[in-house]
């Protein structure tokens, strides 16, 4: 049953409501199986829930729609994207359902509640010129395993289009108990991707040749004799897995050292993939496969973004562009 109006108000957003949002996390964690970062953003979308609703002083089993409604305009106000807020209204909108099902609300509060509706950017991407520029970059370090590792992580991105949970998820050895590996003599990349879904990409020779130079030299990593090196295919310097985070700061720090305008994230090679296979090739299915999308509509986007790459072209190149 639900709640009764003379509950003190704020229990259910305190400590009540603390623990009802931990058995919700515990469900789409265990149950629903849901990817450890997507569990992290639930959390972070379920905290500004019960902060919002510790400031109406409403308990999280009692909040209304028009509370829901007040925020979203507070949100909005404050600058968060329709797109920002349409995923936190998605984070809210679970957690009532699930709620429900325990018998414990009527009605779902944010059932009709939508976000603002906001123009949706084309995903960034490097040009060709730029992600070769990244790619044939060769810092001076002076730890060989260090410049080997990271040049195989910037070729395996951009060259076969993984996610960074994808990449991090790969193992140095084919195992009954590894969620991605490298086939070097067939040149594929096994991986698992969202949904727990499988899919095997094709890598190319200047890929395969940095990884070969990089397996090389793993065993150098300085934590690697003390700890015992992980079987992930990268690792950090305690011989550990390398995070989605330490490849984020790798990334950004080469993209700057080999003199591109802006820091790049690996997503921005996803996507960079992704556009010049289109570019080349207007093989919209294929690029659909190798991404590992479940729609095409998803895949769709880089059609705009290949239309964008020739539009500036046009206005840059073309006699009649330019004339009043």
Do not use: C
Request: no cysteine; hydrophobic share 40%.
């Amino acid at each position: 049953m639900p709640p009764s109006a003379s509950a003190h108000p704020g229990d259910s957003a305190g400590a009540g409501g603390s623990d009802l949002v931990e058995k919700y996390l515990e469900h789409v964690r265990v149950e629903k199986r849901l990817a450890q970062r997507t569990v992290e953003l639930y959390a972070l979308d379920l905290q500004k829930l019960s902060g919002y609703a510790a400031q109406a002083k409403v308990d999280l089993l009692q909040v209304q729609n028009s509370h829901v409604r007040r925020w979203v305009a507070q949100m909005h106000s404050g600058g968060r994207s329709g797109r920002g807020i349409a995923l936190i209204l998605s984070g809210w909108r679970g957690f009532y359902v699930w709620l429900g099902r325990q018998g414990l609300v009527a009605s779902n509060p944010v059932q009709d509640v939508r976000a603002p509706k906001t123009g949706k950017p084309l995903p960034k991407a490097l040009s060709v010129d730029q992600s070769v520029q990244l790619a044939g970059f060769s810092s001076d370090s002076n730890n060989p395993w260090l410049e080997a590792r990271d040049a195989a992580i910037v070729e395996l991105l951009y060259g076969a289009g993984l996610r960074v949970g994808e990449l991090t998820g790969l193992d140095a050895v084919a195992g009954a108990g590894a969620r991605g590996w490298i086939d070097l003599q067939a040149g594929e990349a096994h991986v698992l991707g969202k949904g727990s879904k499988r899919r095997s990409v094709p890598v190319g020779s200047k890929a395969l040749q940095a990884l070969a130079r990089w397996l090389a030299l793993r065993d150098q990593v300085p934590g690697a004799a003390q700890r015992g090196t992980s079987t992930a295919l990268f690792v950090g310097r305690n011989g550990t897995r390398l995070t989605s985070q330490s490849i984020w700061q790798r990334l950004r720090l080469r993209s700057l050292q080999a003199g591109l305008d802006a820091p790049v994230h690996p997503h921005m090679l996803r996507h960079s993939f992704a556009s010049h296979l289109l570019q080349s090739s207007s093989d919209l299915r294929g690029v659909q496969e190798l991404l590992g999308h479940a729609s095409i509509t998803t895949t769709q986007v880089y059609t705009r973004l290949d239309f964008q790459h020739l539009a500036k072209a046009y206005d840059a190149a073309h006699p009649r562009a330019k004339i009043k």
